[in-house]
């Protein structure tokens, strides 16, 4: 029990603890930050809103009014699939590259203080198994990518 409410306390801490950090020295929440970061992962750095949706955990409704404050500050722009008219795509402009560039030293720097810097080196393979083991269940189809075969 004591287990899981420590799982529990880290669910609810962390996303706050990344989201104040990207706030602040950014001004960027950390959704929108990880909208920008798959983005800028992605070949020529577009994706269908529904894919995108996917890789950040967004209903579409949400995923859109947030692209649309990221088109606003010009990060990203939006257009009509060419192979699909019903489809959107998400582009990332260079602005949007930039913005993506600056801010991820200071995210990665929160994630290790925050993360791993108190891990030893066996304790973050633990970790890495353990996270595994409960994505396979929790996401069998493992739309992100980050199953067994990634861990390897």
């Known amino acids: 029990m004591r287990t899981w409410l420590r799982l529990q306390a880290v669910i609810e801490l962390l996303p706050a603890t990344l989201d104040q950090q990207l706030r602040r020295d950014a001004d960027l929440t950390h959704f929108e930050y990880m909208v920008l970061a798959m983005l800028s992962e992605a070949p020529e750095r577009a994706l269908r809103m529904t894919v995108l949706a996917r890789l950040t955990s967004a209903t579409l409704p949400r995923l859109s009014h947030v692209a649309r404050r990221l088109e ?15 489809a ?3 582009h990332l402009t260079d602005e949007g590259w930039r913005k993506v560039v600056a801010s991820a030293p200071g995210h990665a720097r929160t994630v290790l203080q925050d993360v791993f810097d108190d891990l030893d080196p066996d304790e973050v393979r633990t970790l890495a198994g353990a996270l ?3 994505l396979a269940h929790i996401d069998p189809h ?3 990518g980050l199953g067994e075969r990634a861990a390897r």
């Not at 606003?72 to 019903?86: F, H, I, M």
């Open 72 to 86: 606003l500050r010009g990060y990203v722009e939006r257009c009509t699939a060419a192979d699909d008219r019903r």
């Open 88 to 90: 959107t795509i998400a």
């Open 132 to 134: 595994v083991k409960i």
């Open 142 to 144: 493992d739309r992100f």
